[in-house]
């Protein structure tokens, strides 16, 4: 049970307030860290915008906490705009570490007496020493003082004893833990260090360089209360190591005694950002310990881990909360790979794995750990991605002992429509249709990914597959995430079947009642061999006669929980899914684990290469010369923009507005027709821009990235997109696809906003050099990280505790052939050998990836 006292409410509400004040901060301090501050020095008059929104802060501000951390915040940016990258960095470091701190927070406490600390490990208990003997229930106001129990822990599994129950954890604590995500021993065992600190080896201040992160070793000359910033009052350490001097400053002061802990004299460890501020070297808020006999081996004279800050709750804390439950259960948690496996992959026993990544031993290889390349890190990254292998394994395979209908077609239609096509099939296309046509006849419901980069044509794969349902008297549905490209697809198949005497119908939201009710009854009585739509086709009233086979294009904007709908449509229908977005083969492992794939891997002949190039500020003249040149031509271009409104931090909107373009462009190219498409506008409003553009009453489209799944306009021969450099790699391939459909040569202009860095430089020559979806997205994989990759939550990539699906790819590979091979040697893990594993499995499955369900 949680105790919430009236305070911390009011703390917390208070909290709220100003973090959504810091926003403005906030964004624009992300912004600038963002790959490795690539854009740090793009960031103008910040200090104007901090001054306003900490007065504003401020004036909201009731409790002392909170405006110091306001004051904290405004002096560690102080002096920014006119620093260098190097000071900026410092700064913005130092300014964020200040936004994710505690609001509110109790500040750290000094220890509780002796018997009160770390416990040393009880060997492997069944049972949490501490609940053989229970407490009542307390209530208590505050959490101020040592922690107490709460309630008797359950017997049971260890893994799942709440983290109220560990030492140092009071009430509060354990709130703010919760939000964290972390509620039981086992979330905080996965709670790995964000990043390691070498403490073993202190340097000498005359050596050590500012703007980097040292440990010292000296003895405290000075200290006492400190003004900063002319108002601020803090407290100040000075501290000596004879070959110089470096001030540790505290704008809020831990209370507990912490001043009196370190009187004059006193030897001591200080560990922080080292800084050069007014000609002084200082450090802002460092940890600090004294170095004789009270030095905490938790903290000091060790590679320190350092995990990401709970608010609420400070690094040490922290850090001597995970020590606990690492002494106390580590050696209760048991891994998802039987040992036979684990020692044919070279892998430690876990319980050893999860003590050394959170507490390195003494001798081990900083960099190693920096890179999460120990034998401890494999250990729980093979172990966290062995589960999810095995669970796709296991998974698969039970989808290969389900019926299906058996659609084994005769050809007659497929030959027909071959017979009709200006164009043979290529190669690709070819292969995947013949894999198709396999799984359908197999008997087994099919579960298929068809992943083919844009304009390889998939759609015609997807046709061809429903031809084979229909000749096998059944029915197929077609999927799109919009009504727009569900018309498109409509009038596609509808101009290619219905000449072989096929009825092809549409059924979308936009549908009036009395045509929506005339297409579901003609579904229903089977006369409709191929339904094109969009989310709608799988809505309840909609009854299908014989459904055969579910085609979902653009997989990932479609949810998961819509697959599984449509599976649920039809005896058991076969389900294809595809994705104009190449997936890299490392996502695809574990996103569409359970699905087969085919690949189109070729374009068909004749498209025009589009010619792409990088345009940087003060070259924009010839964007505007390019526009014109294509529209006198008789082609048609589009201008994209990332955002349709100023942003809320002006600091950054040097970013133009798609509104204001479609003006300027209006003006400056007389005669030209400009249409301007934007997320907020209607559907309807929409859909008529597209249909004016795509029937040549408009030359220009502006528009922000709605035109990034769209209809196909071969005649459209340029693509400008804006402030190129915030687009994923991947998003500016599909944006690129846009163009380039025809026969007439295409060109697509990358206009980069910002400053020229050599980040930004880099990335945007990736899509110079080439034009194969797989590399760019294997490079946008890399540059963003899987999360974003995809885009929404629902993307189905499941949250790794451990595993990094970039840095991992290679015990991706290693960890799936493990799991694919125990599945084909004991495909229900009945073998005795194999219960942990099993348990381990059906564990870490349990509400994620419901995949499961599908
Ligand atoms: P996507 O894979 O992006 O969905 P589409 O299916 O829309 O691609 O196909 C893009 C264009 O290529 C369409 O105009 C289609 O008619 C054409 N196309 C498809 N297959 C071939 C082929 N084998 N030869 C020539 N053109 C093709
Ligand atoms: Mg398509």
Redesign the pocket.
């Known amino acids: 049970m949680i105790v919430v006292d009236a305070n911390a409410a009011v703390n917390r509400r208070d909290g709220a307030v100003i973090d959504d004040v810091l926003l403005a901060i906030r964004r624009p301090l992300e912004f600038a860290a963002r790959n490795d501050y690539a854009n740090v020095m793009a960031l103008r008059g910040l200090e104007r915008t901090v001054e306003r929104v900490i007065d504003r802060g401020l004036s909201l501000a009731r409790d002392a906490a909170a405006r110091e951390r306001l004051e904290a915040i405004r002096a560690a940016l102080a002096g920014f705009d006119g620093e260098g990258a190097e000071g900026r960095r410092a700064r913005v470091e130092a300014a964020r570490r200040l936004l994710d701190a505690p609001v509110g927070a109790p500040t750290p406490q000094a220890p509780p007496a002796a018997p009160q600390r770390v416990e040393s490990p009880p060997s492997a208990p069944r049972v949490p020493a501490r609940s053989r003997s229970p407490v009542a229930p307390a209530r208590r106001r505050t959490a101020a003082t040592a922690p107490v129990r709460v309630a008797p822990a359950p017997a049971g599994d260890p893994m799942s004893t709440p983290l109220q129950f560990i030492k140092g954890v009071g009430p509060k604590v354990a709130e703010a833990l919760a939000r964290k995500g972390l509620a039981t021993v086992e979330d905080a065992l996965y709670f790995l260090p964000r990043t390691y600190e070498d403490r073993r080896r202190p340097v000498r201040i005359a050596a050590a360089e500012p703007g980097t992160r040292v440990v010292i070793l000296g003895e405290v000359v000075a200290s006492g209360v400190a003004f900063f910033g002319g108002r601020r009052r803090g407290y100040e350490m000075a501290v000596s190591d004879g070959s110089g001097v470096v001030h540790g400053r505290w704008f809020h002061p831990p209370g507990g005694g912490f001043q009196s802990r370190f009187p004059r004299g006193t030897r001591v460890l200080l560990s922080g950002d080292l800084q050069r501020f007014a000609g002084k070297l200082s450090m802002v808020h460092p940890d600090v310990e004294p170095a004789d006999g009270g030095g905490d081996a938790v903290h000091f004279n060790r590679i320190v881990p350092i995990y990401s800050e709970a608010e609420g709750v400070p690094q040490k804390t922290l850090r001597r909360i995970l020590k606990s439950v690492v002494d106390a259960y580590a050696d209760s948690a048991s891994g998802s790979i039987p040992p036979a496996v684990a020692g044919e992959l070279a892998l430690l026993p876990l319980p050893e794995a999860l003590r050394a990544v959170h507490f390195p031993p003494e001798e081990a290889d900083t960099a190693a750990y920096l890179a999460a390349r120990t034998p401890a890190h494999r250990t729980l990254i093979m172990d966290e991605l062995f589960a999810l292998q095995l669970g796709l394994a296991m998974r698969r395979r039970g989808l290969a002992l389900e019926p299906a209908p058996v659609l084994r077609g005769d050809g007659r239609l497929v030959d027909r429509l071959r017979a009709r096509l200006p ?4 190669a690709a ?1 070819e292969r995947a249709a013949r894999e198709i046509a396999a799984d359908l006849a197999s008997g087994h419901p099919m579960h298929r990914l068809l992943q ?9 794969v997807a046709l061809v597959a429903a031809l084979v349902a229909v000749e096998s008297g059944y029915q197929a549905a077609l999927m799109a995430p919009t009504e727009l490209l569900a018309e498109q697809h409509y009038l ?1 198949a509808h101009r290619l079947l219905a000449p072989l005497g096929l009825e092809v119908l549409l059924l979308t939201g936009a549908q009036g009642k009395a045509e929506r009710a005339k297409v579901l009854r003609r579904i229903e009585q089977g006369d409709t061999h191929l339904v094109v739509g969009t989310h709608a086709v799988i809505q309840d009233q909609v009854a299908f006669r014989r459904l055969g086979l579910g085609i979902v ?1 653009e997989q990932h904007r479609f949810g998961v929980a819509q697959r599984a709908t449509l599976a649920r449509k039809g005896e058991r229908p076969h389900l294809l899914v ?1 994705t ?1 977005t190449p997936i890299p083969r490392t996502l695809a492992m574990t996103v569409y684990g359970d699905l087969d794939v085919s690949i ?1 891997d070729e374009l ?3 498209r025009s290469p589009i010619e792409t190039r990088v345009i940087w500020p003060g070259q924009r003249r010839e964007v505007l010369e390019a526009i014109r040149a294509r529209i006198a031509r008789g082609e048609q271009a589009y201008v994209v923009y990332p955002l349709v409104e100023e942003s809320e931090a002006p600091e950054l909107a040097n970013l133009k507005d798609a509104t204001q373009a479609a003006e300027d462009l209006a003006q400056a190219l007389p005669g030209v027709r400009v249409g301007l498409l934007h997320g907020r506008m209607g559907a309807d409003e929409k859909e008529s821009v597209m249909v004016a553009f795509r029937d040549r009453r408009l030359d220009l489209l502006v528009a922000t990235t709605v035109i990034e799944v769209g209809i ?1 306009v ?1 005649n459209a021969t340029l693509m400008v997109i804006e402030h190129a450099e915030r687009f994923g790699l991947s998003q500016l391939h599909q944006l690129r ?1 846009r163009v380039g ?1 025809g026969s007439k040569a295409s060109a697509c202009l990358l206009v980069a906003s910002g400053r020229r860095t050599e980040e930004a430089a880099r990335r945007l020559a990736v899509m110079e050099r080439t034009t194969d979806g797989f590399r760019i997205a294997e490079a946008d994989l890399e540059i963003r990280g899987p999360g974003d990759f995809l885009g929404t939550r629902q993307s189905g990539v499941p949250d790794f505790r451990v595993a990094n699906l970039f840095r991992d790819q290679r015990l991706l590979v290693a960890a799936r052939e493990a799991a694919f091979a125990l599945v084909a040697r004991d495909p229900d893990l009945s073998d005795p050998a194999h219960r942990g594993t099993k348990e381990a499995v059906r564990r870490r499955w349990a509400g994620r990836l419901s995949l499961a369900g599908v």
Do not use: I
């Open positions: 164009f043979a099939l290529t296309q083919g980069d844009v304009g390889s044509g998939k759609t015609l596609t294009d595809m104009a189109l068909p002949p004749g196909d071969p696809g459909r």
